[in-house]
């Protein structure tokens, strides 16, 4: 597509369901990146991928989050058991990479415009 | 890891005035470095991009950012800032691992 794709744009689920957030990369973009943007803490990285691979998870908050990525292009990022705390917006970001090695120059991120999550 | 910090959290300016927003990570290698902005209600847009070569970098809306390899900085600045200017600004780097960590950002009002 000619843009990166997040839905739902709005969610408001109750405390304890599970949702699942769908994000759509640039068509080629090998990088697919996970943030949360809540008051205060500005974009709180979460996890990324190269292809299908989850290099880094280590901004995951809890074992209630989890993501995956298929085809090395749609991802999915689902909170179980959602909290209040939970609510936040969760912006999804893709960027190509060209080059290798001490060479390599990776494309910024292009972001989609959000989902906003409330857990009431 | 590598992390961001952005000095400022919030700054407040009268039209016309010079603007410098702080922007240091935590270690160096081969980085890439950018600063984002987000106007009220819209999302993140890319601002200006620093891979390599020049270490002064002109972005949109007469931004510029300096890099300083030595103090691992990547400041923000605008000679005349203007009152569309207000908004939320992300200094952003992206290390050999392609993992690209964002500051907390910067809230700038620009006083009319």
């Known amino acids: 597509g000619a843009g990166v794709s997040q839905s739902p744009s709005n969610k408001v689920t109750e405390k304890g369901k599970d949702v699942e957030l769908r994000c759509d990369p640039i068509s080629g973009h090998t990088a697919l990146y996970w943030y949360r943007q809540s008051l205060g803490q500005g974009l709180e990285f979460l996890i990324y991928f190269q292809g299908n691979s989850a290099p880094d998870k280590s901004g995951l908050p809890s074992d209630r989050f989890s993501a995956e990525r298929t085809g090395g292009s749609v991802s999915t990022l689902t909170i179980q058991r959602t909290q209040q705390e939970d609510s936040a917006v969760y912006l999804c970001a893709s960027s190509a990479r060209r080059g290798t090695g001490v060479f390599f120059v990776g494309t910024e991120a292009f972001f989609g415009q959000g989902t906003r999550l409330t857990v009431v | 890891a590598q992390s961001v910090s952005q000095h400022n959290h919030h700054v407040i300016l009268s039209e016309a005035a010079s603007l410098e927003l702080g922007c240091n990570y935590s270690y160096g290698g081969t980085v890439n470095l950018f600063w984002y902005v987000q106007y009220p209600g819209q999302h993140l847009q890319l601002l200006l991009k620093y891979f390599s070569g020049d270490p002064l970098v002109k972005g949109i809306k007469g931004f510029e950012a300096e890099f300083i390899k030595s103090k691992f900085s990547f400041n923000l600045r605008k000679p005349s800032v203007q009152w569309s200017d207000t908004a939320e600004y992300f200094c952003?780097?992206?290390?050999?691992?392609?993992?690209?960590?964002f500051g907390k950002g910067t809230r700038l009002h620009i006083l009319p």
């Open positions: 952003a780097v992206r290390d050999r691992d392609d993992k690209i960590i």
